[in-house]
């Protein structure tokens, strides 16, 4: 069986593969120090749970915290006795080219993106990923990654906003009744919801203008559901985008 890992700037995806489809997934909070030993035990439990008795032998990784990818390589080896394939080493191949600035980095989430909406929905895409940061990732028309845009997260402006300013309180992201807030809470629900749809919604335009083509909007991660409830320029909406791309990665990989 195959675990493919997502760990995020907030929380770590484990999904179980059983070379049809995703069986189940576990998140956790990202936290650098968690040792292997840890993992393998919340893990075990939650497999447990689940009824799940199948050996993982294989693990794929993919990780915007390099920190934690030494404590994942010990829990393969310790306790799968494999070698994880790690997204963005020279020995991964992705089976799409990385066309940036030489010497640029990008982080691995953004290019398992690329590889899973490439193989779904073509080329010519602007895939919008709602995590920590609010990104928007460029797929050529041969699927190659050509760049993008970085943004602040929803919920980090919302952080700021309540940490900075200390008369606003911290609140849940939700799409407001009305545009015109009629206390503090529904005017900053209200200024997150559709701060947010007009960025998406200007970002895009702006993308599609430069790239000169008809280009398909993705988009990704927990609040995807939410904001496209506000915006019609978001063609699909794909919440295990991630998943699918660390496992075609893997697959590509195999030999």
């Not at 309540?162 to 807030?181: F, K, N, S, W």
């Not at 900053?188 to 998406?200: A, T």
């Not at 203008?209 to 909007?217: C, L, N, P, V």
Request: charged fraction near 20%.
């Amino acid at each position: 069986m195959l675990l493919a890992i997502d760990v995020g700037n907030t929380n770590t995806v484990f999904a179980l593969h059983d070379g049809q489809e995703f069986l189940t997934s576990f998140r956790c909070e990202t936290i650098v120090g968690r040792t292997a030993d840890e993992y393998y035990v919340w893990l075990h439990q939650l497999m447990q749970l689940n009824d799940i008795t199948a050996t993982i032998d294989r693990v794929v990784v993919s990780s915007t915290v390099p920190r934690v990818v030494f404590n994942l390589r010990v829990l393969s080896d310790r306790y799968f006795d494999c070698r994880p394939l790690v997204v963005g080493r020279p020995s991964c191949d992705l089976g799409v080219e990385v066309r940036v600035d030489a010497g640029a980095t990008v982080g691995p989430d953004r290019l398992v993106n690329t590889v899973g909406a490439y193989n779904r929905y073509g080329g010519d895409l602007i895939i919008v990923d709602f995590g920590t940061a609010t990104t928007f990732d460029v797929v050529d028309s041969d699927g190659a990654y050509i760049g993008g845009v970085i943004a602040p997260g929803v919920n980090l402006s919302l952080r700021a906003l309540h940490e900075r300013a200390a008369a606003l309180p911290h609140i849940d992201v939700a799409e407001p009744d009305r545009v015109i807030g009629t206390n503090t809470v529904t005017c900053m629900q209200s200024g997150i919801f559709w701060g947010y749809i007009g960025l998406v919604e200007g970002i895009c335009k702006q993308i599609r203008a430069e790239h000169g083509r008809e280009m398909k909007i993705i988009s990704t991660g927990g609040l995807s559901t939410l904001f496209e409830r506000g915006t019609n320029v978001i063609d699909h909406i794909d919440l295990d985008l991630t998943l699918h791309g660390l496992y075609l990665i893997y697959q590509n990989n195999r030999k």
